[in-house]
């Protein structure tokens, strides 16, 4: 157990709606990461928040947003869903905000989009 | 762009036959360079990071090492229980992402 939580495990929804995955960092982890995993592209990066504020960008779509909370959890907002966007959405968390560091993965969220 | 081949896609090995998994990478100004392994539906379970040519790591069956170009995984009398999917990724100096390669999935046969 990574000690990275996240929530739903399983998710199916319709093109065109909106949803939003949660994550919970490790106990003391300042940073949380998204990353997107499907099975043409592989793991790619999304966004990096650090202590409540945006870090870093990857290829997140315009479409999808994040925020971090005080408590430090963060959540991943999808919205006007494509069946392109069926995925694994990981969350990953580090203690510090340096992208070259350990980082500790959840067990990820499975959307389907039908 | 910071780029990561792995290979090969696919490893089948027997039981007790060591092997190595490839990693070339092209990245301007290497941060770090790392391994995780992947089982099916689960997340990503850091293994290591390297951060200069030169350096090696180890852990139980496995070692790491880096070069310049490339970083190997190499799997010393590899067990069933190390079947799984390993990842390589990057970091360079001009790009704060990580860059993930596609993995290699290694099946250990009893």
């Known amino acids: 157990d990574s000690g990275v939580t996240q929530t739903p495990k399983h998710l199916i929804t319709a093109t065109g709606q909106r949803v939003t995955l949660r994550c919970s960092p490790r106990?003391?982890?300042?940073?949380v990461y998204w990353y997107q995993q499907s099975l043409d592209q592989g793991l790619q990066f999304l966004i990096q928040y650090y202590n409540g504020e945006e870090r870093a960008k990857g290829n997140i779509l315009e479409r999808f947003s994040a925020q971090q909370f005080p408590d430090l959890h963060s959540e991943l907002n999808l919205s006007s869903l494509e069946l392109g966007d069926s995925a694994l959405y990981f969350c990953a968390s580090s203690a510090t905000g340096r992208m070259n560091t350990e980082a500790f993965f959840g067990q990820g969220t499975r959307l389907t989009v039908v | 762009e910071d780029q990561v081949t792995q290979s090969p896609e696919a490893l089948r090995l027997q039981e007790g036959e060591s092997s190595s998994l490839n990693c070339s990478y092209t990245?301007?100004?290497?941060?770090?360079l790392f391994w995780y392994r992947q089982d099916p539906g689960k997340g990503p379970e850091f293994l290591f990071t390297?951060?200069?040519a030169g350096e090696e790591k180890e852990k139980e069956r496995l070692k790491a090492t880096l070069t310049k170009k490339e970083s190997f995984l190499h799997i010393t009398a590899p067990k069933p229980e190390d079947s799984a999917t390993y990842l390589c990724a990057v970091i360079g100096g001009a790009n704060s992402k990580l860059t993930f390669g596609k993995g290699i999935t290694l099946s250990v046969r009893p």
């Open positions: 990245v301007s100004g290497l941060r770090g």
């Open positions: 106990s003391g982890d300042l940073s």
């Open positions: 390297l951060y200069s």
